[in-house]
């Protein structure tokens, strides 16, 4: 079965620092991967997404992940945070088979930036 | 380009009551997708909708349904709503065949 899990239920960073959010899955196909942010009280905006090629990907607000198939991960990243990427981010496996396409999301993970 | 829109941003129900959310796709899409996410959940996926059927099932009661009409606008209905109801319900558009789902900023129910 199709599941998504982010180890970390929240993280604290400074402004400056590095970010790593953690995200593994399983899948028993080729998976597309996908990163979200969510601002409170707000929907999802997509940060970046993995279908093929390139596992290195570039999205949007200077964000990165790398797709690791030996390890079935999808880390975000980012080399310096700023106190508006403070949100909570959620990673995202899409199962597009003839039937449809259902998004199994991780429980998320709640980014805290300190000044 | 108008992004998904939702309606209304608030509801508040009481127990057993009857609830409809609204959502207008993505300018373009022909898919939409309902999800339910509790506080502090990720999103769970109850169904999506493709030429006016629904394709696909998450693991929801027949509780919700939903509809999809001829320009692609959908409907998410809850009957006998119960306390664990309360959740913001998400609806997301994509395109079909495409692999990307976009979000809209979803409807907040509050069950008494």
């Known amino acids: 079965a199709q599941s998504v899990t982010q180890?970390?239920?929240?993280?604290?960073?400074?402004?400056?620092?590095?970010?790593?959010?953690?995200?593994?899955?399983?899948?028993?196909?080729?998976?597309?991967?996908?990163?979200?942010?969510?601002?409170?009280?707000?929907?999802?905006?997509?940060?970046?997404?993995?279908?093929?090629?390139?596992?290195?990907?570039?999205?949007?607000?200077?964000?990165?992940?790398?797709?690791?198939?030996?390890?079935?991960s999808f880390n975000l990243r980012k080399p310096?945070?700023?106190?508006?990427?403070?949100?909570?981010?959620?990673?995202a496996v899409g199962a597009l088979d003839l039937t449809g396409n259902q998004f199994y999301f991780g429980t998320g993970t709640s980014l805290t930036v300190i000044p | 380009d108008a992004g998904v829109t939702q309606s209304p941003t608030h509801l508040i129900k009481t127990r057993g009551q009857q609830v409809t959310l609204r959502c207008s796709p993505k300018s373009g899409h022909d898919t939409v997708s309902w999800y339910q996410q509790a506080l502090g959940q990720g999103p769970q996926f109850i169904f999506q909708y493709y030429e006016e059927e629904e394709r696909?099932?998450?693991?929801?009661?027949?509780?919700?349904?939903?509809?999809?009409?001829?320009?692609?606008?959908?409907?998410?209905?809850?009957?006998?709503?119960?306390?664990?109801?309360?959740?913001?319900y998400l609806c997301a558009s994509s395109l079909e065949g495409l692999e990307t789902q976009y979000f809209g900023p979803g409807t907040r129910l509050l069950v008494l």
């Open chain 1, 80 to 91: 310096s945070v700023h106190w508006s990427d403070a949100a909570e981010y959620f990673c």
């Open chain 1, 7 to 72: 180890p970390d239920i929240h993280i604290t960073v400074s402004e400056g620092a590095s970010l790593e959010l953690r995200c593994n899955y399983s899948y028993g196909a080729t998976p597309y991967l996908f990163w979200y942010v969510q601002s409170p009280g707000q929907g999802l905006q997509l940060l970046l997404k993995y279908f093929s090629g390139d596992t290195l990907v570039q999205g949007i607000k200077g964000f990165e992940a790398e797709f690791k198939r030996s390890q079935s």
């Open chain 2, 56 to 88: 696909q099932r998450g693991n929801f009661p027949d509780r919700f349904s939903g509809h999809q009409f001829p320009n692609y606008s959908s409907e998410l209905n809850v009957n006998a709503l119960l306390l664990g109801d309360s959740a913001l």
